[in-house]
Each structure stands twice: as C-alpha cells, then as structure tokens.
DNA sequence: CGTTAACTTGATAGCATTCAACTAGCGTGG
DNA sequence: CCACGCTAGTTGAATGCTATCAAGTTAACG
C-alpha cells in the first residue's frame, strides 16, 4: 500500500535530519507499508509487548506512556506525524513502556523483516533512524530537566514550544499555532502536574496574552514571550540548518 | 594504547547486550584508544561543543548535566566505566548538555574518523552501539518517570537501585554495595530536589534499615525492600538475559 | 435533551524549598 | 602543631508551590 511521495510522512522526517538523494526517497516510497486506522485512545504496542513490526504515524496524535504504582500514568513523549516512536524494537527486544493514540489515527507498519534488509542496504537511512532515536533521547533528556528543575507555569510553556516546534518543522503547524488534542489531563500525565494545576497554570499562560487555546488547538499569541516563559532553546531537537522554524 | 582485553570497559560492557565473536573482540582490542586523565569535575565536553571523538570510561565516575537558568543544573544521567555517553555526536553534531568527571576518572578516546570506518565495517558492533544509545534513551525515560510522578522517598531509591543494577553488571559492584561518589547535592540535582531534603530523605533510608551510606559508598542492607521503596524493575535496562544482576 | 467527559473554581493539606546556622572532616600554611 | 578555611553533611523553622478533595459549569455527542 504504497504513500503518495509529496506528503510521505518519513521522508519529511528524514529530511527535517538531512536530504535524501532522489534514489533512497523512491526506495522508501516502495516500502511495503501497512496502513490501519485507530480510534481515539488506543494501545499500538504495550509495556513488555516484543513488536515484530515498527510503525509511522501519518495521522494523529500518540504519546508513549507508563503506568505507574496506583494507577497513575506518565507520558514520556507526544507524537506527531512522521515519528517512528518504536524503531527500538528493532534493537530492543522487550518494550519498557505502551505506546498510545490520543486521537483518531492513521498508522503505517513495517515488519521488522522488511525494515532490517532495507536498512542494510541504505545505511544513510539507517544512520538518519539512528539520529531520530538519538534526537528522541535528547527530547528525554530535555523532559528530565523540565519536569525535574521548572515549575509548572515554564514546565507547560516548554512542553507548548516544544510542540510548536516539531509540528512546524513537519509543516504541520501555521506560524500562529497548531492542532494539538491533548486533553488537561494528559498534559498533566506529561508533566507531573495535577489537571487542576494545568488547568490554572494554563488559565495563567492565557491571562499573560501568550496563548489561546480553543479545543484541540493552541494559539500562539506572543512566541517570543512564551520561549522566553519556558527557557526554551531548540538546540536539543537537532534540526537541520535551513529547516522552516519560524 | 591497547587497554588489556580482560578488564576491557568496551567489550564488557557491549556483552552486557550480547556476545561479541572473538574476531569481533580482537578488533575492538586494536582501536587505538587514547587514554586520559581527569580530576574531580572535570568537564569533558560542553553543551554546544562539537566533539571530533568520543570517549569511554575507563575509570571514575561522570555525569551528564545541563545548566538551567538561575544558574542551576540538572543531571540526566550518572555514568560508570564501560559507559560511552557521547556516542551520539557520531550523529549529532553540537552538544545539547555537558559531560564531566565526578571523581579522577580515567577516559579512552577515539576519533570519529576512526570509529566510522570500523563500525561500517563491523555491522553487529554498529548496531550494539546504537542498542547502548537507545538504552541510555530508555534510562531517560524512566528518569522522566521518576522526576515525574515519584516523592522524593521512592525517587532515590530508585536512583540507588538503577546504579547498583547498572554497576554490579559491568561487575564494579559486591553483592553487598557500590561506590557512589556522588555528593547529596549531586543527587539533588539529578533528583530535582534540594540538598537539604536529599539529606533528610536519605537518612530515612537508612533509619528504615535499606541502606547504609558511608563517603563515598552505598551499603545495600535490605535489596528487597529498596526494590519496593523505589518501585524499582530492571527492564528498562534491557540486560541480556544471563547476565549477572544479584 | 440527557449523559458523560472535559474544564473550572474554591478551600484545605502536605511535601519540598528556602533561609540560616551549626557540625564534622580534611588539607593547607603559618 | 594548631589555626584557618573549605567542603560536605546536618538540623530547625518558615514559606510556598502543588496536590487533593469537593462541587459546579461547560461542552460534546447521540
């Protein structure tokens, strides 16, 4: 079930890394993806699951999560499209956290047996999945420093720009804001903060003229401002020079 | 500068994740390695460098951190011998955060010109070094978890389970304990909690009998309970199975 | 239009920070 | 040899950010 090469979702997160040559962009378009379309809030793969298959989203929203002790949950990462969130299977046989739809979604698989032959083949493009967990381990990196050192009014705008950022980048995003589902809540669950927290805190980002957020989008009403709110800094996200920001 | 292939950090520590042939171990043997000495808090690489070599930890303790405003620091992650924490700016070129010494510490160093041709030549090698990248990743995570949603109590226990798991693994710990250098303010910045609740938080550790913390050593007197306290599983180390934990 | 999920608001409680001071250990230099 | 200074660790009190509990409001949806 081939994707149409203009919008092909891996390609442009590959090139948001580095450029393509004309042959590797068609190999990838002739990879024999598997599309299936999720509803709102369901498992992809699961704590201690052992994939045989890694997936792309194309449409949607996803967070990788972890149930902890009472129930309680922590979202480790948000996911747009284009993001490979278990190209680990790959080298990591038992997953360590579930991988989730937020919202109604499209999601396209490759078996590990078709993606390890592939990349033998095109080690640049294995080098470009190599440097997108990298890039995913910095974003960690990132999160561990958000939650650990920033109170809950720069731990939200950090986690906004963040956002902003990867979804621009996907040419996902206009240049005053973006679609983004995640209830209080779950945003809560990312950032260990209460939803009543959130919902002050995000009461506040509002009330300062830095955002407005209708349901499932956020307005960014002072970019400059909201950076400067969440000490945010793109450097951890490793964007290629000449790929679209701002 | 051949380090003795017995005690070899890089061999060591990639059969923690699987077994290398011996042809495979007698190359990793010849890498000319430079080998170096550092002080105590010593910086190895700083954010924003862009390193032309990358470095394994032959002996001591280092940690990567990142200085946030107001001039304070956020650990990410704690690193022992074997450890090669800046693997990554084989592909990513600037640094996001900086790496330093903790204790005098001995590095090996190779340059990036070397390791390219040799991993390109050496595949299963390669793709160890990028496993050990996306367990360093899964580490991330679980600090995010335990940053996120654990009390200071469960939080260091957890740190101190990871460390001596991670430790008696490369075997550098008894059954009984580790060296842990790290100071209470060091494990508040890791942690994200203040040096003055550090102090408290460990001394009711030791008051419940789970640990004992002499300078510079952590004594395990009940691993059990310290497992339970910290809500501490091994998965996210991803060891491979038959490797020694306790 | 009823039902449910998401969001909002107010009040109370608690974990952790901050400030400040004090102790212990250790190396240096007079 | 002891004073001095420095670092790491310890303790107490006061403040504060954030969680929790409880209830009410809005929005979405069949």
Redesign the interface.
């Known amino acids: 079930m081939p994707l149409s090469l203009a919008a092909h979702p891996m390609i442009r997160k590959i090139e948001t890394l580095f450029l393509l040559t004309p042959e590797e962009r068609d190999a990838v378009v002739a990879l024999p993806f598997a599309l299936r379309n999720y509803n709102a809030d369901q498992d992809i793969v699961r704590d ?1 699951d052992r994939p045989s298959q890694c997936c792309i989203i194309v449409k949607g929203l996803a967070c ?1 999560y ?1 149930i ?2 009472e129930g ?1 949950r ?1 979202i ?2 948000f996911h747009i499209p284009g993001d490979m969130p278990d190209v ?1 299977s790959l ?4 997953m ?2 579930s991988l989730a739809t937020m919202t109604p979604s499209v999601l396209a698989f490759l078996p590990h047996e078709v993606l390890r032959p592939f990349l ?1 083949k095109y ?1 640049r493009i294995s ?1 470009a999945l ?2 997108d ?6 974003i ?6 958000n ?4 109170e809950a009014y720069p731990r939200i705008a950090h986690l906004l720009c963040e956002m902003f950022v990867r979804m621009r980048v996907m040419e996902l995003a206009g240049d005053d804001g973006f679609d983004f589902a995640a209830t209080q809540q779950e945003i809560g669950d990312a ?2 903060l209460s939803t009543v927290h959130v919902n002050r805190t995000l009461q506040k980002l509002r009330g300062d003229g830095l955002i407005r957020s209708e349901s499932g989008r956020v307005v960014i009403l002072n970019w400059a401002d909201l950076q400067r709110a969440g ?1 945010f800094d793109d ?2 996200l ?1 964007l290629r020079p000449g790929v679209v920001t701002h």
């Open positions: 201690r990788r972890k902890m002790g309680k922590q480790m990462s680990m080298h990591l046989e038992v360590d956290h033998a080690p080098d190599w440097r967990t990298l890039v995913d381990g910095a960690f990196r990132e999160w561990v420093c939650v650990g050192h920033r950032t260990g000490e450097t951890f490793h």
